[in-house]
């Protein structure tokens, strides 16, 4: 049995912001760079991640932190980027991810993941607007470098453009607007407002959340596992919301939890996107 190459995430923070009129890469949303932002979505899901910057560039991003892949080739685009790393990195596929989806979650980044096709040049969502492949949310195997260097060579370099004459597995969207990027100074203003309308006061931030029960809580729940909708911020708040739905006896210091395979405390913070699994004590040794 072959396994796919392992999976290496490369955030494109290259672009020279000519609509923006600065530094995408720089600019923040809730608190952090979109880079970071990005970071943060895929460091449980690549094997290394790595910044992908052009020649000379200043790293704005707030990642210090991680290895700098430069442009191998005057800048043409995020294609460069692209082949630059697999240049680098020949053995490796890789998850790209430009630096200017604001919006990018969770779901999205997990339903690439799991609908992965490595026998394919790359994996790729529609775009919810047109219908057309998204390039910078994307997985490219490693085989598909020399399909993209022919593609270079031949001086087409519109990712977009060789994804549509490549055969790509193309997913459908599950969060409509998750790609959605954000170029100008007016998608900037837009996108603020939109931050600060899911995460006001009066409309708290609602996360979609995956809740699994073990022992005597799945007897009293009736059900092993849920999706849910929740405006909890915390797994204390998210137990507390459900015992007193489902009429759970067992008081929270009883119970351990995992987050996302991970034993965790009742102030870990929520996030979308979550599996979270209740584990009461078990009787016998």
Same mark, same amino acid.
């Given at each position: 049995?072959?396994?796919?190459?392992?999976? #290496?995430?490369?955030?494109?923070?290259?672009?020279?912001?000519?609509?923006?009129?600065?530094?995408?890469?720089? $600019?923040?949303? !809730?608190?952090?760079?979109?880079?970071?932002? !990005?970071?943060?979505? $895929?460091?449980?899901?690549?094997?290394?991640?790595?910044?992908?910057?052009?020649?000379?560039?200043?790293? !704005? %991003?707030?990642? =210090?932190n991680l290895n700098v892949i430069h442009d191998r080739w005057e800048s043409a685009g995020p294609l460069v980027g692209i082949l630059s790393a697999m240049t680098e990195h020949p053995e490796t596929a890789w998850l790209v991810i430009a630096c200017d989806l604001p919006f990018l979650d969770r779901i999205t980044l997990d339903n690439l993941l799991a609908q992965r096709d490595p026998t394919k040049v790359a994996t790729a969502y529609r775009s919810? #607007?047109?219908?057309?492949?998204?390039?910078?949310? %994307?997985?490219?195997?490693?085989?598909?470098?020399?399909?993209?260097?022919?593609?270079?060579?031949?001086?087409?370099?519109?990712?977009?453009? $060789?994804?549509?004459?490549?055969?790509?597995?193309?997913?459908?969207?599950?969060?409509?607007?998750?790609?959605?990027?954000?170029?100008?100074?007016?998608?900037?203003?837009?996108?603020?407002?939109?931050?600060?309308?899911?995460?006001?006061?009066?409309?708290?931030?609602?996360?979609?959340?995956?809740?699994?029960?073990?022992?005597?809580?799945?007897?009293?729940? =009736?059900?092993?596992?849920?999706?849910?909708? %929740?405006?909890?911020?915390?797994?204390?708040?998210?137990?507390?919301?459900?015992?007193?739905?489902? =009429?759970?006896?067992?008081?929270?210091?009883?119970?351990?939890?995992?987050?996302?395979?991970?034993?965790?405390?009742?102030?870990?913070?929520?996030?979308?996107?979550?599996?979270?699994?209740?584990?009461?004590?078990?009787?016998?040794?």
């Amino acid at each position: 049995m072959s396994f796919p190459p392992p999976l #290496h995430g490369l955030i494109l923070a290259g672009g020279c912001s000519r609509r923006m009129g600065k530094d995408k890469s720089s $600019i923040r949303y !809730a608190g952090a760079t979109q880079p970071e932002l !990005a970071a943060e979505l $895929i460091r449980s899901r690549c094997a290394e991640i790595f910044l992908s910057l052009r020649k000379g560039q200043n790293n !704005a %991003t707030g990642l =210090g932190n991680l290895n700098v892949i430069h442009d191998r080739w005057e800048s043409a685009g995020p294609l460069v980027g692209i082949l630059s790393a697999m240049t680098e990195h020949p053995e490796t596929a890789w998850l790209v991810i430009a630096c200017d989806l604001p919006f990018l979650d969770r779901i999205t980044l997990d339903n690439l993941l799991a609908q992965r096709d490595p026998t394919k040049v790359a994996t790729a969502y529609r775009s919810s #607007h047109d219908g057309k492949p998204e390039p910078l949310c %994307t997985i490219y195997e490693a085989h598909a470098r020399l399909v993209l260097e022919d593609f270079f060579t031949n001086n087409i370099r519109c990712p977009r453009k $060789i994804l549509m004459e490549t055969e790509p597995l193309l997913l459908d969207p599950v969060n409509h607007g998750a790609l959605d990027n954000v170029n100008t100074p007016e998608d900037y203003e837009e996108a603020v407002h939109s931050f600060s309308r899911r995460c006001s006061p009066a409309e708290p931030l609602v996360r979609q959340v995956r809740l699994r029960y073990f022992a005597i809580l799945r007897e009293h729940a =009736g059900i092993s596992c849920e999706e849910r909708e %929740t405006t909890s911020t915390t797994v204390e708040e998210l137990y507390g919301e459900i015992k007193e739905e489902k =009429g759970f006896d067992l008081e929270k210091e009883f119970i351990r939890v995992a987050c996302n395979g991970d034993f965790v405390g009742l102030d870990c913070s929520l996030a979308d996107g979550d599996e979270i699994v209740f584990i009461p004590p078990v009787a016998g040794g």
